[in-house]
Each structure stands twice: as C-alpha cells, then as structure tokens.
C-alpha cells in the first residue's frame, strides 16, 4: 500500500485568492489522479497524468505531475465558491492496477 | 442515469448486527470496490473485484465479506458489526485496461452508524 500524504489538510481562502494542494508519496506512480468531492456526494474524476513533468489544465485548475512520479500538486486560480470541496489524490504502481487514495485537502472558499 | 447506485443512503445497526450494503452498475464496468472514509484518513479499500466470481482483500478487510456473481452487482456484507464500522461507504467501478488507467466512478455513497 502506497502512503499517499496531501497537505494541508485543510485550507479556508476568500473568493479570488489563489491557491496550491500538494501530494506526496515515496512511491513511483505509473498515474495519478485527482477527484473532488462534494458534501454527501462521492469522489468525480477531475483529471488523470501519466507522464513526469505532465501539465494539464482544467479551466481555473492546473494539475502537475512531479518529474520523478512521486508528487502532484493542484493549482487553483481566482477560487470561486463552487471549488469549495474536498480534494483527492490517487495512485497506481502499475498502469491499470489498484488506485490508492491520498488523505484529502478539505477546501472552503468563502464568498 | 448511467452510474453506480447504492442503497440504502443511511442505516443505524444494533453492536452484533448484520447487514448487506448493496452496490449496482449499470456501464458493464469489469472492475467493482469497497472502500470507506473516515475523517483524516481519505479513502480506504475494503475489497475489489475485477470480475464476475473474483474478488480480493483490500487495505482493511477485516469485519467484511463480499462476493460477485453478477458483472453488475457487488453487495459490502458486515456480519456482525462494530462501533469501528461506523463510517462512510462507497462503492466504486471502472474498466479494465491493461496500460490505460481509466477513473472510478463512485456512488453516492452510505452512512451507517453502529451504536
């Protein structure tokens, strides 16, 4: 099992601030994915990287690859209130195989 | 709507009670899991299944069984249940792939209190 950290733990901005969540692991990922989860809700897929150094954009969300395969991290631009949630990562060894769930950033965006 | 169904949403269970916690699909997805969440500590894997009559432990099987004799259908059984089981449930499923990582799609998950 993979110990996947995320950090921090939880994080309260104003509307417009901008900010980063990080995921860390001492373990190479084949690929990792983000999810965001809504209160009563179960986790939705944001995006998944494959490659090191991979960058990807969703709107207002910039997710990154670390170069080695063993951290992420979340950009966040000009947060609104309907980021407010809270936010996974997920690993695999092995394309394909068992994802393991990071501990979650727990965001607020107040309006 | 296409997705993962779970029922019930909430269940209060009796210490040494049991109960089955249904989970459907309706995608022809090959894979199925349990997992729960529990404040701080993200999602944990119960069991998972990559297939009709296959299933395998995950991080914390201990208090649970499950079984799948249908690509859709992939019930949590708690045999006799604990304080400790209180949490959140999610059943999650995707395909298979070998060399493509497709993302899980969850359902709504259970709340089940154990008093």
């Known amino acids: 099992t993979q110990l996947l950290e995320q950090s921090p733990q939880f994080l309260s901005i104003q509307e417009g601030e901008n900010l980063t969540v990080y995921c860390n692991s001492s373990?190479?990922?084949?690929?990792l994915q983000w999810y965001r989860q809504e209160p009563g809700e179960g986790p939705v897929l944001l995006v998944t990287v494959v490659t090191g150094g991979e960058v990807k954009k969703l709107k207002r969300l910039t997710f990154q690859f670390g170069d080695a395969r063993k951290d992420s991290s979340l950009h966040i631009t000009a947060a609104q209130p309907g980021d407010t949630g809270l936010y996974l990562c997920?690993?695999?060894?092995?394309?394909?195989?068992?994802?393991?769930f990071g501990t979650g950033t727990s965001l607020t965006v107040i309006p | 709507n296409a997705g993962v169904t779970q029922t019930p949403k909430f269940q209060v269970l009796k210490t040494g009670q049991s109960m089955t916690l249904q989970c459907a699909q309706d995608m022809n997805h090959e894979y199925m899991s349990w997992y729960r969440q529990d404040p701080g500590m993200g999602l944990r894997l119960i069991h998972y299944?990559?297939?009709?009559?296959?299933?395998d432990q995950g991080e914390v099987p201990n208090g649970y069984n499950v079984s799948r004799s249908t690509t859709e259908d992939f019930p949590l059984r708690l045999l006799s249940a604990a304080p400790s089981q209180t949490s959140v449930y999610f059943c999650?499923?995707?395909?298979?792939?070998?060399?493509?990582?497709?993302?899980?799609?969850f359902g709504s998950g259970t709340r089940l209190t154990v008093v």
């Open positions: 997920a690993g695999a060894e092995d394309p394909g195989n068992q994802f393991y």
């Open positions: 999650a499923s995707s395909y298979i792939d070998p060399g493509v990582s497709y993302g899980y799609t």
């Open positions: 299944s990559v297939g009709a009559g296959i299933t």
């Open positions: 373990s190479v990922f084949s690929s």
